[in-house]
DNA sequence: CCTAGAACCTGCGAGC
DNA sequence: TGCTCGCAGGTTCTAG
């Protein structure tokens, strides 16, 4: 569910309510939740136990904690449904909790990851010399990333076979943009989802890179986008950028910019919403 | 090597 | 009321 702009409110939660916290004891209540531990979810459980954790980080839609005075850290990611959670002790459990974490202090809260289609979950992995989860070295920078590269990502679009939304979900050219800010930027681009990407100059992609970074700053300030409770922060409350969008779900109601009806199509097993007049079609389909 | 599509899950709302 | 269907914000594996 969530993409770079809920995962960073998450990450922020993280680093005010658990960085620097010493885990008392891991329990993994659904043992899909412990992804990649070939060793178990017992196992992993027991790893975290005694060590502090240090800074929050993130890539993309990916974040991590590092074990401090260790080289692993906790790999999170929270698919489509995951939330973790940082409630009181008293906090009866939710339907879908996955994995609670309590601390060694007196403080009252523990961790809480619950994830109602467990397509998320967390991990244990070694730190790379740059400070990353190994397994998740093939992801690429995100765009809020200072060192994410405009100018390789273009070169990137012009040699694929593919088309734009495509190539913006692709986490392996550019990470932390789903669904919904894939269709957000391309509205504000104007471009059509399916236009080729070997067919963009230069400043298209930095243009559609500045609309990228534009919206997903934009639904940071206001804590990320909530249709529903699934996505919440480390305290449970929603973000309020659902209301500030311009494509995503707003199948028949007029284009923001010409009044034109809104359109939904099918599309990777999911949906795309655009504006039929602003996002013309390209001429000939790939 | 590259790209497109299916698979992995559970729950909700719409329509019958 | 209760059933089935379609849909949901992601990643990864496999087939071609």
């Given amino acids: 569910m969530p993409e770079l702009p809920e995962v960073e409110v998450v990450r922020r939660g993280l680093e005010r309510w658990v960085a620097h916290r010493t885990v008392a004891e891991a329990e993994v209540l659904h ?17 975290l136990r005694g060590h502090r954790i240090g800074t929050p980080s993130r890539r993309g839609k990916y974040l991590w904690l590092p074990l401090e005075d260790t080289d692993q850290s906790i790999l999170a990611h929270l698919g489509m449904s995951g ?5 009181p002790h008293e906090a ?16 009252q809260t523990e961790l ?10 967390l991990s244990l992995h070694d730190t790379t010399p740059d400070g990353l989860p190994d397994v998740i070295a093939h992801i690429a920078r995100d765009p809020l990333d200072p060192l994410f590269d405009d100018e390789a990502f273009h070169q990137a679009l012009r040699r694929k076979r593919t088309t734009i939304k495509r190539a ?9 943009v789903g669904n919904i800010y894939a269709d957000e930027a391309l509205w504000r681009a104007r471009l059509h989802y399916e236009r080729p990407t070997a067919t ?3 400043p298209r992609t930095f243009q559609l890179l500045g609309h990228v970074r534009d919206v997903m700053n934009a639904a940071l300030s206001v804590g990320g986008t909530s249709f529903d409770s699934l996505y919440v922060n480390v305290n449970g409350e ?7 969008l311009d494509a995503y779900g707003r199948t028949g109601l007029p284009c923001r910019r010409c009044a034109t009806p809104m359109r939904r199509r099918p599309w ?19």
């Fill in 31 to 47: 043992p899909r939740a412990v992804r990649r531990h070939l060793a178990g979810a017992d196992d992993f459980a027991h790893r």
């Fill in 168 to 176: 913006l979900l692709d986490q392996s050219l550019i990470s932390g």
């Fill in 200 to 202: 963009f100059t230069r």
């Fill in 238 to 244: 929603s973000g309020y950028f659902d209301r500030s």
């Fill in 112 to 121: 809480r990851f619950v994830d109602q289609r467990t397509f998320g979950g």
């Fill in 83 to 87: 939330q973790l959670l940082v409630q």
């Fill in 268 to 286: 990777m097993n999911r949906s795309s919403y655009y504006c039929p007049k602003c996002q013309r079609a390209p001429r000939v389909m790939p």
């Fill in 92 to 107: 009866p459990d939710e339907k879908h909790l996955r994995i609670r974490v309590r601390f060694a202090d007196d403080l």
